[in-house]
Structure formats: C-alpha cells, structure tokens
C-alpha cells in the first residue's frame, strides 16, 4: 500500500479544500454583517397569498357556499393575490359592535387588507361581592408556610372561535385560544401592577382599586371558562380534541345538545371548561420573584407585532423541541417574527424558543415563570432577551464572478443558516427530529410557497458543485473530455496504487467542515477518506454475502478521483474551485431532454442545451432504444472508471459495469425516466443497481462517524482477502491511465 504521507498535488488539494471552506465561512457569515435579513426576505419567493390550507377542503369550513365566496374574494382582488404579507393580533373591548357583558375580541388581520381573517370573541365578569373575599398572605412569623386561599371565582366564556377556511392548518385557532387565556389571566390571575401600554395592539388600563397588605395593587381571582365545541358531521370528535389540547375539559355534568342551523347540517353542542389559577409561590421573596420572571417574559413576548406562521421541518416532518420546565419533547406550530435584532419563533400556544450557551435549544412557556427553583430564568433580561433572537444569514449560491443569474425557482431553495448569540447554529437533529444547536453551520431553505423552514442535509459546497454541473456538462463539454482523457496517457499505475492515493480526498466533500479544527472530525485532514469509504463499502458487502465482484466494485469504484493524482497540472487544478467533475454526483444523459425530476433542476436554466432544439427532444441525438450503452452520460470520475476498466481488459462481468457507470444515474432506475433510450439489457441490471445504491448509501451514512482506517488495517484486508478477487478478474496488472 502507499504511505499515508500525501503525494504534494493530494496534499495541495486537501489544503486548498480546506482553505476554500474556511473563505466561504468568512464571506457569507460575515459578508453583510451590516445588512439584517427579515421575514420577506426569507418568504417573498413563491409567497402564495391565498391562504396557508393549501388542501381548501369544504368540510373545514362551515359550508361550502362560504368557501367559494371567499375564493371569488380572492379571485376579485387579482393583482393582490401574490402580494406578500405579514398577520397581526388586535385586542378590543367593549364598543358598539359588543353583545355581551365585559365582551372582549381578538381580531387576526393581515397587513395588505382590510376585514379580519380569524376572531376569537369572549366575555367575563367578577362575581357580586368579589372584592371582599382576598387571598391570605404569610406573616413574617409563618416564615415559607404555604398561602391559604380564600378567592372568588370570575366567569369567562369563549362565544365565538373562528378561523376563515383557507387559512387553517396552521393552529391559528390555537394562537386565538391561547391569547384570550393569557389575557383572562393577566387581568385576573396575575397580581402584577399594570402600566398603561398599547404594545402590540393590545390595551392594558391602570387599576385604581384599593391596595393589597402586601403592596400590590390588584386583587386576584379563579377564573371559570366556560365554552360549547360545535361540531359537525365532518369534524365529529376533531374540535373536543383541539380543545382538550389547549387545557379543556369536557363538562360531565352538562348534557350534549344537538342543533340545526336551517343549512342541512347537524351539529352537537359539547359544553366544556378550563379553569385558571393563580400563582401559588410560598413566601413574599417567591412571589416577587415570579412577579419580575412573569413582566420579563411579557416583555419578551410584548415585542410580537407582525408575525407569520410557518412550519419547522425535518428530513422526517414537521421537527419537535424540548420543554424548559418539564423536558417533555412536543410538536407545535410556529410563528416567526422579526425584531431589530434577528428573529424569534414562538408557538402557537405562547411558547418562546430559547437556545442555551451549551447547544440546548428549548421552548419557554408562561407557565415556566412560576417554578420557583429555576435559576435559569433569573438571569438578566438583555441575556435572556438575546438567547431568543436568530439572526438569518443567505449563502449565496453563486460566485461572484458569475453576475446575477439567478431563476425564481433557485432563489426560492437558497441557503440560510440561523446563527445564535453563542455563536452556534439552529439546526435538526437528524435522528431525534428535534431542535438543537451546533457549533457547525446548519442549512435550511425557506418556501414562501408553503411558509416552511426545511432543515436540509444539503451544503453550499454541494449546491455549488451542481451548479458548476449544469453550467457546463452539455454535450460538447463531455464529448471534449471524451477525447481529452480516453486516450489513456496520463500514466501508468496499478489499482492498489490508486486506492492509496485516494485518501488524501474526504469521503464526504461537501460535508460542513469547521473552519478552525477545533471540533473533532470537522476539517478535511481529520474526516474519513475516500478511502477508508471504499474499503467500508466492500467490507459490509462481504459481510451481507454479496458475490465477490459486488465487493470489487465497492472497493474500487471511486479511483475515478485518482486522476487529479495523475494530472496535477490540469485536472488536479481543479480543486482550486468548487466544482470538480471527478466527485460522485447524480448524473443524467447529456444530448437529449434533461428530466424535470433532475438533481438540482432549479440550476437547469443555466446548461445551454435547454435552449439547443437538438437535444430538447425525448430521444435528442440518439437512435430509440439504443440502449444506455450508447449513450453519453455527464463527464464524472465513475464514467471515466468505467472505460478505464474497460480498456485494460479486466475480466469483470457485465453487471460490474452496469454498476460502476449507472449507479449515479437515478433518474433511471429511480424514477424510470430515459424509457425512450434503455432497452432489454438495460433492465436486465436494474436490480443490481438499486441494490448496490442501497448498500452506497447505508456506508456513507455509517462512515460519517467513523475513524480512518490505517495503511496497515488497508494493508492486511488487501493482502488476506481482496487482492485474490482481484487476481481472478485480471485487476492486478499496471493499468494505462
């Protein structure tokens, strides 16, 4: 085997790999470091102003007369249709329009029209004589004793919850239900002297009633909600449901009513409850103290404003986090708002994302400001305040030097990463599905389309790469590096050879690297090799009993990158860019129309042979049915493999080249497309590849934590095992290059 002392060209490569990662950390994350990214910047591509329900079903919504015409609304306004906008909550009370005693609304607007898109309306009243009855307090001899409660109970109703059709789906029924319960207890629960504010279009008015014993001004109350779930045929069982998650109770002691509203629709009645306390600290000191938490987290969350809803997802759906208080793992529904200093995500339910110093990410609630032995929330505001902010930072996809062409489509799957005051990163995790942090850039892409934050697994490297792949894999382009390299005269060396000197390129080269070294495995020097994945590969194939050709191929079927070794002068120049066709990467047939399902096809703008009639249609330059043999697939390391093994007249069957050329070409044996060029003998091998991409994929995800193996560890299974194979397929010989 080769040393594992880098051949200079391999050295210079693995350098400049490095160096470049590090330049694009410093460029994008510090590039507009003066320049603050907000909610339209995130969503204004794709942004569909319709609505957020994009099923619009008619058994959401009370008939179907209604759906339709608030779609003729929609269709009416026209030109406002894409137009992007934020929501708002306004809090009322009293006024003209008001039916019921102490009635209160919360009215939700969007911010590019008039008329309210959802509204909660409810109403509550202290009980007769309900400033008599107090709540008694410790005297200084009871020391922490607990507090003896003596309190009237005022009574609150929910008469109207309702959300226009084709904005539901994102639990802002919820958001509504969740406002008028933080209100009801602000104005009775809560001892809280209150100033005059109107922040957020809410309205707090000054108490001027009689001062408590212990120096604040408001009496506190149990408060008794009462509400009636109206359902339908169609929801039977869904809105009790939606109810009991936000803290209600069915009322046993009140029967079901069934109704008719003269629209052919019946509907039952199921009268429910919540019932809402106050707080209940042991001692004077506790009750201040949860009196500061509560007016810091109403400072926090004062600040809302304009807001969106938006889903957090994941490789596996929608992500889930941790709570503060409970640790408890829960699934919620997002709004994002942007401030002065970045953004903040809160839940539906008043839930404020909080990341730690130490990569913890958590949600914090209302309720989490009266535990009493929680230390973490005493910090200071400006401290706590920061730890929810997120600043967004875009990575561009292109190079400078390229100008600004950029399509619609590829603005709309850009990269962001969402950077913390700890100088770490939001992100997924991939295997839990919840949210964390890292001290590595973690990518997400936004969609105005469906207003979501998708945590990808892809990189700018990557992006990049394919973008160099559209720019210039066209037809000529491949078939000058046909003539350039399939003469065979770059040099003369044996497999083994080659494998040695692959170790020098990462097995994952577009995995997100650190641009210090100061996290284990995260720069390429300390990453597994090429390598070390091509001998994982063949070992797991040996294991699962797969012939012995199947464990050659996945021992050498990357050597492709072995020619920036050979050709330091020119292919090895190409590690000085991003872009390096000797890199394993979905390839497709060049010559003929380009798939819609393609590998990164919002970059297909960029290949001029979209826009070359000769190659537009389904068969392009080549006769039907000619079969993939025949054709010309993208310039790549495999491609070259292929003809390379076949030139030095190895003994492998034809399956090992089938595998070897087209495993890379899943819009084939993936998605069946090409069905006018394959023919018998191509789908003879679809079998084998599925499986041996299958088998790729597994390893590649098993390598990423794994160590490099030795010269000796390489050494050894060579020796004892796989230099045999190659021995009866006549791979051992020097091979033209």
């Known amino acids: 085997m080769v040393s594992e002392t880098d051949p200079p060209p391999a050295k210079k490569a693995k350098t400049i790999l490095a160096k470049s ?11 507009d470091s003066n320049c603050l990214y907000g909610l339209q910047d995130l969503f204004a591509h794709g942004f569909d102003s319709t609505g957020y329900n994009s099923r619009r079903t008619t058994a959401a919504g009370p008939t179907a007369a209604a759906a339709n015409a608030a779609r003729h609304i929609t269709d009416r306004r026209g030109a406002h249709s894409n137009k992007f906008h934020t929501l708002r909550l306004e809090h ?44 008694t307090l410790p005297s200084p001899q009871q020391g922490n004793s607990k507090l003896e409660s003596q309190l009237a109970t005022a009574q609150a109703k929910i008469h109207v919850l309702d959300v226009k059709s084709q904005y539901r789906g994102r639990d802002l029924g919820g958001l509504l239900f969740s406002e008028a319960i933080t209100s009801l207890k602000s104005k009775y629960c809560n001892d809280d002297d209150e100033d005059v504010s109107q922040e957020g279009g809410y ?12 120096g604040c001004s408001k009496q506190v109350y149990d408060v008794k909600c009462v509400l009636d779930a109206e359902e339908d045929a169609t929801r039977y069982g869904k809105l009790v449901s939606f109810y009991e998650h936000l803290g209600c109770r069915v009322r046993s002691s009140k029967r079901v009513q069934y109704v008719n509203n003269n629209d052919s629709e019946t509907y039952r009645k199921v009268p429910m409850q919540i019932d809402l306390h106050p707080p209940n600290a042991n001692s004077l000191s506790n009750q201040e103290r949860v009196r500061l938490r509560r007016r810091k ?56 994302l909080l990341a730690g110093p130490g990569g913890s990410v958590s949600v914090l609630s209302p309720a989490d400001q009266d535990i009493e032995d929680d230390s973490d929330l005493d910090i200071d505001t400006n401290v706590l305040n920061r730890s929810t902010r997120f600043v967004p930072c875009l990575i561009s996809d292109a190079d400078d030097t390229e100008g ?23 992100t997924a995790d991939s295997l839990r599905q919840t949210l964390s942090c890292t001290r590595l850039p973690s990518f997400w892409q936004a969609s105005g389309a469906n207003l979501s934050l998708v945590c990808t697994s892809d990189t700018p490297p990557r992006r990049h790469h394919y973008r160099k792949c559209w720019k210039f894999q066209t037809y000529d382009y491949v078939r000058t590096k046909r003539l350039n390299f399939l003469n065979f005269s770059l040099g003369r060396a044996t497999l083994i050879e080659a494998l040695g000197w692959i170790h020098a390129f990462p097995a994952h080269p577009f995995h997100s690297w650190s641009s210090d070294g100061s996290i284990s495995g995260s720069t390429p020097d300390s990453a597994p090799s090429l390598r070390t994945l091509c001998f994982l590969m063949a070992e797991t194939a040996r294991e699962e009993g797969l012939p012995d050709w199947v464990q050659l191929v996945a021992l050498f079927h990357e050597l492709g990158e072995a020619v920036k070794i050979l050709d330091p002068s020119n292919t090895g120049q190409m590690a000085d860019s991003i872009y390096d066709w000797t890199i394993s990467s979905r390839s497709r047939v060049v010559g003929c129309k380009i798939p819609q399902c393609a590998t990164f096809g919002e970059f297909r703008h960029l290949n001029m042979d979209e826009e070359d009639s000769r190659y537009n249609s389904d068969t392009g330059v080549y006769q039907a049915n000619c079969g993939l043999e025949n054709v010309f697939l993208m310039w790549s390391g495999c491609e070259y493999m292929y003809y390379l093994l076949k030139h030095n007249r190895t003994s492998l069957p034809e399956e090992v080249f089938a595998m070897i050329r087209f495993f890379l070409l899943g819009d084939w044996y993936e998605h069946g497309e ?16 599925q499986e041996f991409d299958a088998l790729r994929r597994s390893v590649r995800v098993k390598c990423l934590g794994c160590g490099n193996l030795t010269d000796d560890q390489c050494s050894y299974l060579w020796d004892n095992h796989y230099v045999h194979i190659a021995e009866k397929y006549k791979c051992t010989h020097v091979f033209s290059w």
């Open 21 to 31: 990662w590090k330049l694009f950390l410093t460029e994008n994350l510090g590039r």
């Open 92 to 135: 009322r009370t009293g006024g003209p329009m008001a039916q019921f005693r102490g009635e209160e609304r919360i009215l939700l607007f969007r911010s590019d029209r008039p008329g309210a898109i959802a509204k909660i309306i409810y109403s509550s009243e202290l009980p007769e004589g309900g400033e008599s009855f107090h709540q």
């Open 203 to 214: 309205e707090y008015k000054e108490y001027t009633g009689p001062v408590k014993s212990n």
């Open 297 to 352: 987290f109403s400072h926090l969350v004062s600040s809302k404003g304009s807001f969106l809803p938006v889903k957090l997802v994941g490789s596996l759906g929608k992500l889930s986090v941790r709570c503060h208080a409970s640790q408890e793992i829960m699934k919620s529904d997002w709004l994002v708002t942007e401030t002065p200093e970045g953004i903040q995500f809160y839940t539906t339910h008043g839930h404020l």
């Open 404 to 426: 600004d062409d950029r399509s619609q489509n590829e603005s709309s799957k850009s990269l962001w990463v969402l950077r913390t005051c700890h100088g770490t990163f939001l």
């Open 674 to 689: 090409y069905s006018s060029l394959v023919n018998a003998d191509d789908e003879d091998m679809l079998p084998f590849l």
